[in-house]
């Protein structure tokens, strides 16, 4: 079965740190790209980081650049997301996605990627 699971969200004070992971089978690892989304409440789902795993090129916003680093394990088809000093805009359903390379880089669009995880909760409290 072709799919991509998360895990790893939770309750976490601000300034914290939690370390979000995603598995992905099914498909040949290598050949895709894998990115973090968020989505708040009331807000539209945004790119948190993206990484080639073929390359290894990372992608991140510039809201948690600094803070935020993806990682990749191709012997474990596993992607992470440690995430460093939280703050309370970090609050959000944080989801995993796959979509196929091209190129060397990754891209945080939505529409690059056509394989979801159905998210994993992050709550920062302040």
């Known amino acids: 079965q072709v799919q991509v699971v998360e895990s790893g969200g939770g309750l976490v004070q601000a300034g914290g740190s939690l370390r979000l992971s995603c598995t992905a089978s099914?498909?040949?690892?290598?050949?895709?790209?894998m990115g973090w989304f968020r989505q708040a409440p009331g807000k539209e789902r945004e790119g948190v980081s993206c990484?080639?795993?073929?390359?290894?090129?990372?992608v991140y916003a510039d809201s948690v650049k600094g803070r935020f680093t993806i990682s990749r394990d191709n012997t474990k088809n596993g992607v992470y997301l440690q995430m460093d000093s939280l703050k309370s805009e970090a609050n959000a359903m944080y989801y995993c996605?796959?979509?196929?390379?091209?190129?060397?880089?990754?891209?945080?669009?939505?529409?690059?990627?056509?394989?979801w995880g159905q998210g994993t909760q992050v709550t920062v409290s302040s």
């Open positions: 996605a796959a979509g196929g390379a091209a190129g060397f880089g990754c891209y945080s669009q939505e529409n690059d990627y056509n394989l």
């Open positions: 099914g498909l040949t690892f290598d050949r895709y790209i």
């Open positions: 990484i080639h795993i073929g390359s290894g090129i990372t």
